[in-house]
């Protein structure tokens, strides 16, 4: 059996996070009742005329930055026409001849070692269609338009991946990049990121790619890397048997595990696109390009490299944090306030992880203070509250958004700073534990330790451990 090589290109599409939709002031909220967020415009009644929501534009013009793009400084609108019941318009509105971003590329790493660059052909704008729900019960099939019109962008890469994982990571760096940049949620549970992959197989060293067949609206990256796998060994089968594969469009059916064929693939011209003629061109000076690249947020490898570099963290930390943008806001509010990167990272990665993971918590569903956590650190490294208070107050945080110092001071938690009060309880300890005494006075140092155990009992953890020690030490003497 000869080599193959895998040749895959991906069609990444992001819902962007604006309030209302592309051409008319619906929201874009998610959920609601079926057909409640739609109005005449979106639904494609006769008469109505579309509106670009400008910040659609200036989404699409920060994401083209972000990832290495030329802005199309004049670009347009065209349609796109087909028919489908979830499209009232029978037609969709989006680039073709001149899409807002061109000739981008997001770096990955390399199935053969090193890095690569995946290039972005384009990214265009365009709106989304509505949502076909099929119900097998009653063997029918219903439409909820509220997705109409949502505003999408279509990120089109050129056939440069080699292999499942590199498709994996290049979608992550995208959505990353997309969050980070503030464009996009990137839910892809809700349907805010998903791609259509592209897949050919090739023999190995040939020059000539093979023909290539097209998996819709994938939403995982699970599905990805499973639907490629799949995919390209499916062809090689076929032309190991001496069959043909079809140029086509192909369904993954992630729970079966395999694709099945929807419909033979279209070319442009089968869409019969045409200028869009409600909508005129759209122009983009220097100075509005330069105004949205000046105020672009810090990218994800820029902050990664920060972290590392200027806070001292660990890669792998560094990974962690960044993997949401709220944990990334916590972090930045925490450094702040505390002055301590490595404190505030490990706090972040250890109690606040573990409340998220024990109330099954998504980060953006946090609802304490940002500035809560820097406190508590601040009480803990100021000997102010021990360790063991420090959690049992962040507890408290997390689940009732309470005052650290106020809840602190509410419940008799703070240090004790009284030395012979401290000295008192401490003798009341070696009164009552005689044999340990005796047992660390002959040599056995492992009776000290019991002892300061006993003492921090007593003192219910309310006590300085380097004060107890001390204290302990003296009165052994």
């Keep these: 059996m000869a080599e193959y090589e895998i040749v895959c290109g991906l069609e990444v599409h992001t819902e962007l996070s604006t309030k209302t939709k592309i051409f ?5 909220e998610f959920g609601g009742e079926p057909n409640t967020h739609v109005c005449e415009i979106c639904s494609g009644m006769p ?32 349609r796109k026409n087909y028919f489908y019941p979830d499209l009232p318009k029978a037609y969709q509105v989006s680039q073709l001849y001149l899409p807002i971003c061109q000739n981008g590329y997001v770096e990955i790493h390399s199935s053969k070692g090193g890095m690569k660059k995946v290039r972005i052909k384009e990214i265009h704008m365009e709106e989304d269609a509505g949502k076909l729900i099929h ?27 080699s292999s499942a994982d590199e498709a994996v990571e290049y979608v992550e760096k995208l ?26 197989v090739m023999p190995v060293g040939s020059k000539e790619y093979g023909t290539r067949t097209e998996m819709k609206n994938i939403n995982s990256f699970k599905a990805i890397h499973h639907a490629i796998e799949s ?39 089968d869409y019969k696109y045409f200028p869009e003629p409600d909508l005129p061109p759209l122009s983009l000076s220097d100075e509005y390009i330069e105004s949205i690249r000046k105020n672009l947020p810090e990218l994800p490898e820029a902050k990664k490299a920060r972290y590392m570099n200027d806070f001292g963290l660990s890669e792998y930390d560094t990974g962690l944090i960044c993997a949401s943008i709220p944990l990334v806001n916590l972090f930045e509010k925490t450094v702040e306030i505390t002055n301590n990167p490595k404190d505030s990272a490990n706090w ?11 109330t099954q918590t998504q980060p953006e569903n946090m609802t304490f203070r940002a500035d809560s956590l820097g406190e508590i650190i601040n009480l803990l490294n100021g000997g102010k509250i021990s360790r063991d208070s420090a959690k049992k107050v962040f507890k408290a945080v997390f689940e009732e958004d309470v005052n650290p110092a106020e809840y602190v001071e509410k419940n008799n938690m703070g240090m004790m700073n009284d030395t012979s009060a401290i000295k008192s309880a401490v003798e009341e300890v070696l009164k009552a534990n005689e044999k340990a005494v005796n047992e660390y006075k002959s040599g056995k140092e492992a009776s000290f330790n019991y002892l300061i155990g006993q003492s921090m009992r007593a003192l219910r953890g309310k006590a300085p451990a380097s004060e107890v020690t001390k ?3 003296e009165l052994l003497s």
Excluded: H
């Excluded at 008319?24 to 874009?28: A, F, K, P, Q, Y």
């Excluded at 439409?143 to 089109?156: A, S, T």
């Excluded at 839910?187 to 259509?196: F, H, P």
């Excluded at 972040?348 to 024990?358: A, F, H, Q, T, Y």
């Design 348 to 358: 972040i990665l250890g109690e606040v992880s573990k409340m998220l993971n024990d």
């Design 175 to 200: 959505r990353d990049i997309l969050r980070f940049a503030g464009v996009s949620d990137c839910k892809m549970q809700e349907g805010s990121l998903r791609a259509d992959v592209n897949v050919s």
């Design 47 to 78: 008469g109505t005329l579309p509106v670009v929501n400008e910040k659609v534009v200036e989404y699409a013009v920060r994401t083209g930055l972000s990832t290495n793009c030329t802005i199309t400084q004049n670009n347009k609108f065209d």
């Design 471 to 473: 204290i302990l030490k």
């Design 231 to 269: 995919e390209s060994a499916r062809q090689i089968d076929l032309i190991e048997d001496g069959k043909e594969v079809k140029q086509e469009t192909r369904r993954w059916d992630d729970t079966k595990g395999y694709s099945y064929a929807m419909r033979s693939k279209e070319d442009a011209q």
């Design 24 to 28: 008319c002031s619906c929201t874009t």
């Design 135 to 161: 119900d097998a019960y009653s063997d029918c099939t219903l439409v909820d338009y509220n997705r109409c019109g949502v505003p999408l962008l279509e990120i089109v890469s050129e056939p440069d991946i």
